[in-house]
């Protein structure tokens, strides 16, 4: 059965960007954290190197993954991957589509009539996988409407002190969460929680 799986990298403090939307110090285990070299697929792929303990990590989750979910906002910041996101088909909530998209041969699609139509759309894209999830944003309209299933968090070894949280705007909505899988990386711990269905 297809799982919606919220998957950002976090500081310690909280924050999944900086104040201008820079992600570099709280991804920068991707890049830095050891000598494993895993390979991204997508129309911009990219060799990372990390420890042999987040690169089995790394592995394993995006070998679940048939689609992938996010906002406009992360959409923008990755430059719309080139067109072609290594996860799969992606899906971008927004209220208008952006000035040159949808583009040929690119399988960035917009989702412009709400979360459930993107969940039910990404779900088919992603033919019995998984569907990954980007954004602090996104992340929070799934779990106030019920719809994530695991909340994937890399928690990178650094405080920012300011920037975009990414739980920031779920008052009065509790989301009980299950117990975790840890796995200490290099720079990192790599928490994974089930959400638990009220």
Do not use: C
């Amino acid at each position: 059965m297809s799982k919606v799986i919220a998957i950002m990298s976090m500081s310690l403090d909280g924050y999944v960007a900086d104040l201008n939307g820079g992600v570099a110090e709280v991804m920068g285990w991707y890049m830095t954290s050891g000598d494993t070299e895993v390979h991204t697929g997508g129309s911009d792929p990219v060799t990372l190197k990390m420890s042999d303990a987040s690169a089995r990590h790394f592995r394993d989750l995006t070998s679940e993954l048939g689609s992938v979910l996010t906002g406009r906002r992360t959409f923008e910041t990755a430059d719309g991957w080139g067109g072609n996101h290594a996860w799969g088909p992606a899906f971008v909530l927004t209220h208008r589509v952006p000035a040159g998209w949808p583009r040929p041969n690119s399988t960035v699609n917009f989702v412009t009539d709400g979360i459930e139509s993107a969940v039910k759309q990404a779900k088919a894209a992603a033919a019995g996988k998984s569907v990954g999830v980007h954004g602090a944003d996104t992340i929070q309209h799934l779990l106030k409407a019920g719809l994530l299933d695991e909340v994937h968090v890399d928690i990178a070894a650094l405080l920012l002190g300011s920037g975009v949280r990414l739980f920031d705007h779920l008052a009065g909505i509790p989301a009980v969460l299950g117990n975790p899988t840890v796995i200490a990386g290099v720079g990192v711990t790599h928490l994974r929680y089930p959400v638990r269905k009220s």
